[in-house]
T-cell receptor
Framework: AQSVAQPEDQVNVAEGNPLTVKCTYS??????LFWYVQYPNRGLQFLLKYITGDNLVKGSYGFEAEFNKSQTSFHLKKPSALVSDSALYFC?????????????FGQGTELSVKP | GAGVSQSPSNKVTEKGKDVELRCDPISGHTALYWYRQRLGQGLEFLIYFQGNSAPDKSGLPSDRFSAERTGESVSTLTIQRTQQEDSAVYLC?????????????FGSGTRLTVV
C-alpha cells in the first residue's frame, strides 16, 4: 500500500528566510510525486510534480522540490519565504507503474511566515 | 469546461437525510477522484474512477456512501442517512490517465454540514 508522511503539522519561518516542508513516501512502483497548496477557504492549487527526469523540480511561486530516491523523500523548498506563502501544503504520491494507480495525500503541513 | 465544477458549493442537511453531490470534470479527463476533508485535517481518499475500469472504492467509509460516474463525464457522490460526522468539505479532482503539466485539477468543493 502506498502512503505519504508529512512529519510536521506546522512550520514557522521568518519572512526572507529559506523554508522547507518535509515529505516522505512509500510506494511499490516508481513514484509520481506532487505538491499542492491550499489557501484559506480556497481549493487546492497545483505547485509542482515529479514524474521522471531531474531530481530537482521547479514549480509555481518560486517553490522547488528535490526527489531523493534513497531517502524516499520529496521535500518542498523555497529560498526566501514570503508572508503570502502562509497556507496549508499537501504532498501526494501515486504509483507511476500502475495506470490505474490512485493519488494519496499526506495530512498536510501548515506553513506560517511571519514578517 | 475550463475547470472542475462542483455543486452545490454549500449544503446544510438534517441528520438522517440523503444528499447528492455533483462533480463535472474537465472535458477529456479520464480519471476522477472524490476526497473528504474534515475541518483542519488532510484529504481522505474516498473513491477513484479511471476510464471504463471498475472504480476503486477502497476509501468509502461505510455503505452509506456511494458514487457513480457515467463514462468520462459527470460523477455524483451520494451519502445516505447522513450523520454529523459526515460534515466536511467534499473535493473532486480530475486528470488525464497520466497527469500532465498541471497535475490533478481540483474543484472548489462542496461544504456539507449535517445538523
Amino acid at each position: 500500500a502506498q502512503s505519504v508522511a508529512q512529519p510536521e503539522d506546522q512550520v514557522n519561518v521568518a519572512e526572507g528566510n529559506p523554508l522547507t516542508v518535509k515529505c516522505t513516501y512509500s510506494v511499490s512502483g516508481n513514484p509520481y510525486l506532487f505538491w499542492y497548496v491550499q489557501y484559506p477557504n480556497r481549493g487546492l492549487q497545483f505547485l509542482l510534480k515529479y514524474i521522471t527526469g531531474d531530481n530537482l523540480v521547479k514549480g509555481s511561486y518560486g517553490f522547488e522540490a528535490e526527489f531523493n530516491k534513497s531517502q524516499t523523500s520529496f521535500h518542498l523548498k523555497k529560498p526566501s519565504a514570503l508572508v503570502s506563502d502562509s497556507a496549508l501544503y499537501f504532498c501526494a504520491v501515486r504509483d507511476g507503474d500502475n495506470q490505474g494507480g490512485k493519488l494519496i495525500f499526506g495530512q498536510g503541513t501548515e506553513l506560517s511566515v511571519k514578517p | 469546461g475550463a475547470g472542475v465544477s462542483q455543486s452545490p458549493s454549500n449544503k446544510v442537511t438534517e441528520k438522517g437525510k440523503d444528499v447528492e453531490l455533483r462533480c463535472d470534470p474537465i472535458s477529456g479527463h479520464t480519471a476522477l477522484y472524490w476526497y473528504r476533508q474534515r475541518l483542519g485535517q488532510g484529504l481522505e481518499f474516498l473513491i477513484y474512477f479511471q476510464g471504463n475500469s471498475a472504480p476503486d472504492k477502497s476509501g468509502l467509509p461505510s455503505d452509506r456512501f456511494s458514487a457513480e460516474r457515467t463514462g468520462e463525464s459527470v460523477s455524483t457522490l451520494t451519502i445516505q442517512r447522513t450523520q454529523q460526522e459526515d460534515s466536511a468539505v467534499y473535493l473532486c479532482a480530475s486528470s488525464f490517465t497520466t497527469p500532465g503539466t498541471g497535475g490533478y485539477t481540483f474543484g472548489s468543493g462542496t461544504r456539507l454540514t449535517v445538523v
